[in-house]
């Protein structure tokens, strides 16, 4: 597969997933929720860590909300890097479709939320009891400090645990309950992918039999 075919994919998903998050930022207020089907619902909401909102500050308690959000930029800059190159030389190797398109699909969705992660600090003012506008005269943050849109939420289980289960009696039970985004999706399917075909995207090279000496 082409380095041009894999770059397509690359930028057919990141245009997706902004132009995603863009008419959600401007459509919703932050916690605003709208129900497609019972078990899938468009709920607005803003990460400002990792995956399932973890921040580094929570892992690192001596490291303040600021400098974790800037850690957590720049280790994803340099996992792109990475990313980026591994793309690269699996293309220059001609490996297997599925492990170029899986690592593009890696590649877009890391992208996707690098873009929210460095710039939406910049662009768009607050979402609280209001609706945010793109290139706002009073952003919200500053480059590194954006926050990343997630809305795809898909509770399609959403109960309460019986009275007679021990410790979780009475208690809510949802699955599935985190929320995110388009970005994330294909980051997930790549990896699964990957997983799901390794002996396809990782071909064992067939020994070459040993030259035989002339009796």
Not at 63 to 80: C, H, Q, V
Not at 107 to 115: E, H, L, S, Y
Not at 181 to 205: E, M, R
């Amino acid at each position: 597969m082409s380095l041009k075919k894999a770059t397509l994919i690359i930028v057919l998903v990141v245009l997706i997933d902004q132009i995603s998050k863009i008419y959600i930022k401007t459509n919703f207020i932050l916690g605003e929720s709208v129900s497609v089907f019972s078990w899938f619902k468009i709920l607005f909401i803003e990460n400002e860590g990792a995956a399932w909102g973890t921040k580094l500050s929570d892992i690192i308690p001596f490291i303040s909300d600021e400098a974790g959000k800037i850690a957590l930029t720049i280790f994803r800059l340099f996992a792109i890097c990475g990313i980026g190159y591994w793309l690269y030389d699996a293309v220059r190797k001609n490996s297997p479709r599925i492990l170029v398109v899986s690592i593009a699909l890696i590649f877009a969705g890391a992208f996707g939320n690098i873009v929210d992660s460095v710039f939406y600090g910049l662009v768009f003012n607050e979402s609280h009891n209001q609706v945010a506008t793109l290139f706002a005269a009073e952003p919200y943050g500053k480059l590194f400090h954006g926050k990343v849109v997630d809305m795809l939420y898909f509770p399609m289980i959403d109960t309460t645990w019986p009275e007679w289960v021990p410790g979780l009696g009475g208690r809510t039970f949802r699955f599935f309950e985190p929320v995110f985004n388009l970005a994330d999706s294909a980051i997930f399917v790549g990896v699964v992918t990957l997983l799901l075909f390794h002996k396809q995207a990782f071909p064992k090279k067939e020994e070459e039999p040993a030259p035989q000496e002339n009796v």
